[in-house]
């Protein structure tokens, strides 16, 4: 079965950095494109930051823009989001995301979230 693990979220200061990981299994990584989205309180998910299959090819939210950095390791099935200068309206609940489009078919796969807090 697939399984996307996220960790690393927490409660941080403004202007503090965290590190988001979310592990997969079950699933052939490499073939996979990979991204993270987030949900505030009240609002709808939105996309953060995506990431092509070899990591050659990354976008940004404009929000995140110079903030958020988007990486891959496929040696060790795990992505990872550096998130830096934090702002309180960068809270919310942070899922990972695996897609792919393959033989006339989608693949989607979702993690349980991790909860990021940007708080003084």
């Known amino acids: 079965q697939v399984e996307l693990v996220e960790s690393g979220g927490g409660l941080v200061q403004p202007g503090g950095s965290l590190r988001l990981s979310c592990a997969v299994s079950?699933?052939?990584?490499?073939?996979?494109?990979m991204s993270w989205y987030r949900q505030a309180p009240g609002k709808e998910r939105e996309l953060v930051a995506g990431i092509r299959n070899y990591g050659d090819s990354t976008n940004y939210a404009d929000s995140v823009k110079g903030r958020f950095t988007f990486s891959r390791d496929n040696s060790k099935n795990t992505v990872y989001l550096q998130m830096n200068n934090l702002k309180p309206e960068d809270t919310a609940v942070y899922f990972c995301?695996?897609?792919?489009?393959?033989?006339?078919?989608?693949?989607?796969?979702w993690g349980q979230g991790t909860q990021v807090t940007v708080s003084s």
């Open positions: 995301n695996a897609a792919r489009y393959y033989l006339g078919r989608s693949y989607d796969y």
């Open positions: 079950g699933l052939p990584f490499s073939n996979y494109a």
